[in-house]
């Protein structure tokens, strides 16, 4: 298995457990559903769009916008 | 079918280019600041987004986001063919990856009737007005992606094709950010409140 199918396969885990996540646990809901979705971001843009290859710069500049988005929202939650 | 060889460490050479990824970052921080918008009115009302969010299927929510993560992974496989000039094994993935585009715009559609069918419209109340416009407004671009990509496809199918690698990777990097713009919105529309 390469690694863009495994990438796969953990992104599809990620999905199914985020999505039970909230209808099972009762606290730390938010916090695990926005960590799960940046997991899935870093897995999407890093492996299928290749930005692993990409200068620094771009791969930087993708975290930070996580890191903005989710702190953002957790602030505000 | 023309390849060029792409220094993708250069900063100027991202993969896709980088036109694309400032087209990328500028609907990234557009749906990200609704996002964060939607999330801040959450706290005037916080009954009425819960009460909202109970109404959408989180099952058909997580069944689009696997089309759209099992789509991206076709188009990946797509490109990564193509560089191997495996034209025949691209062109398959690449109608995969337009199939799981599809299947997401048939469910996305049974989802929207049966909301109107119930009669949560975007002036129900503000839960969903943000709900149609975030989703509406992604449902544009994907449906943008899959016209980018059938080009895409005709193109490679001719028997001399123009087609550059370049544009095969900006349509990915376009099609790729459907899915990206989708990880943001399903976890916060659909599970967070």
Known sequence: MNKTTITLVILILLTIISALISIVAESYVAISVLVLAVLKFIGVSFYFMDLKHAHNFWKGSILIFLLLFTTTILIIM | ?193
């Not at chain 2, 999330?39 to 987004?49: D, G, T, W």
């Not at chain 2, 299947?103 to 943000?130: C, H, M, P, Q, R």
């Not at chain 2, 713009?181 to 916060?188: A, D, H, S």
């Open chain 2, 1 to 193: 079918m023309e390849v060029t060889k792409i220094n993708y460490k250069n900063i100027y050479y991202p993969p896709g280019g980088i036109l694309m990824w400032i087209i990328i970052f500028l609907e990234l921080f557009t749906f990200g600041i609704a996002l964060i918008a939607m999330v801040y009115s959450s706290k005037e009302s916080p009954e009425i987004f819960h009460d909202s969010r109970l109404h959408l299927n989180a099952t058909i929510g997580a069944v689009n986001t696997v089309f759209l993560i099992v789509s991206g992974f076709c188009m990946a496989q797509s490109v990564s063919f193509l560089k191997q000039k495996k034209i025949n094994k691209s062109k398959l993935f690449l109608k995969l990856t337009m199939l799981g585009g599809l299947l997401f715009l048939g469910l996305k559609g049974v989802e929207y009737y049966d909301k109107i069918e119930a009669g949560f419209g975007i002036s129900y109340n503000s839960f969903f007005t943000y709900y149609w416009m975030l989703t509406l407004f992604h449902v544009i671009h994907v449906i943008v992606g899959l016209v980018i990509l059938t080009s895409v496809y005709l193109g490679l199918s001719k028997s001399k094709s123009e087609t550059k690698m370049e544009d095969v990777e900006a349509s990915a990097a376009f099609w790729h950010m459907c899915d990206l713009i989708w990880l943001l919105l399903f976890p916060i529309i659909y599970l967070l409140f």
